[in-house]
């Protein structure tokens, strides 16, 4: 708890800037993070502003001056979680059934598009291109059966502005299957095993004046690896069609896919 004490005061007296370097070093200023959201929500309904979320209590928002008050976070209700980190670990690479000839392979699911190179513990590798590793990753969940109903668990998902790292910060707050909270331990068991211990963290949901538990994600690295994949997605943008801010949010969310790999949230852009 005392990590997650330091972040409070950090976010609360780091200043506010207002420079947009999203192409230089991966970070977005307050306004180009509500150019991002305002984008997320009109391409996928299921993301919203806090404004538009007829379960808040608008009454019980700490409001950043920062931000307009109605835009102050963005939110995703009850998304699927339909297994945990460290089962999905354990199952093998190329597990095979042979039923009547057929063999059905399940490759594992634990893969990341973005992993820390073994070279240099603060360079981080996009490996795949991210469209095909979306196409992989669905293709993957729906060859796995859920055996049992209560292994399912469901998520509120929050994105914060952080004015300590200039970028966007993650908050899970989860349930099991009859709509019971889950505890800080149980929610840890959804976090990718290389994440959980390096960026997860127990804290209480800082939107609300009340208490609400919930694991958010450390953002010390969000840039780096922000910046590294809108530099691959711009390469292969053509001069007439350029990467803009607008999409920020949506790239972010692919690759905060690869810390909650079983969590199955839509982040795949439309052709209109």
């Known amino acids: 708890m005392l990590r997650s004490k330091l972040s409070q005061l950090r976010e609360y007296i780091t200043p506010v800037s207002n420079e947009s370097q999203y192409l230089t070093n991966g970070t977005i200023t307050p306004n180009e993070f509500v150019l991002a959201g305002n984008y997320l ?8 502003w806090n404004i538009d979320d007829s379960e ?3 009454n019980n928002l700490k409001v ?3 931000l307009p008050k109605e835009k102050q976070f963005l939110v995703t209700r009850k998304i699927l979680c339909y297994k945990r980190c460290d089962d999905i670990k354990k199952q093998n690479e190329d597990e095979r059934f042979d039923t009547d000839n057929n063999v059905w392979v399940v490759d594992n699911i634990n893969d990341t598009n973005v992993n820390q190179s073994s070279s240099n513990e603060n360079e981080y590798v996009f490996e795949e291109d991210l469209e095909l590793e979306e196409n992989e990753r669905h293709s993957d969940a729906e060859s796995i059966v859920i055996l049992n109903e209560d292994s399912k668990r469901y998520y509120d998902l929050y994105i914060l502005y952080s004015t300590s790292y ?6 899970l707050v989860g349930y099991n299957y009859d709509g019971q909270p889950l505890t800080p331990k149980e929610m840890l068991e959804d976090v990718s095993e290389e994440y959980r211990k390096k960026t997860a963290t127990i804290e209480d949901l800082p939107v609300f004046k009340n208490k609400v538990p919930s694991i958010s994600i450390h953002p010390c690295r969000h840039g780096d690896v922000m910046k590294l994949l809108m530099t691959k997605m711009q390469q292969n943008e053509d001069e007439d069609n350029k990467l803009t801010v607008d999409s920020y949010l949506i790239i972010f969310l692919k690759f905060i896919n690869s810390v909650v790999p079983t969590m199955e949230y839509d982040f795949t852009m439309d052709g209109g």
Not at 41 to 48: A, E, L, N, V, Y
Not at 166 to 171: C, G, I, Q, T
Request: charged fraction near 25%; charge should be positive; proline fraction near 5%.
């Open 41 to 48: 929500q009109d391409k996928f309904i299921t993301w919203s």
């Open 56 to 58: 808040i209590n608008q």
């Open 64 to 66: 950043r001056s920062f």
């Open 166 to 171: 200039r970028v966007p910060k993650l908050y």
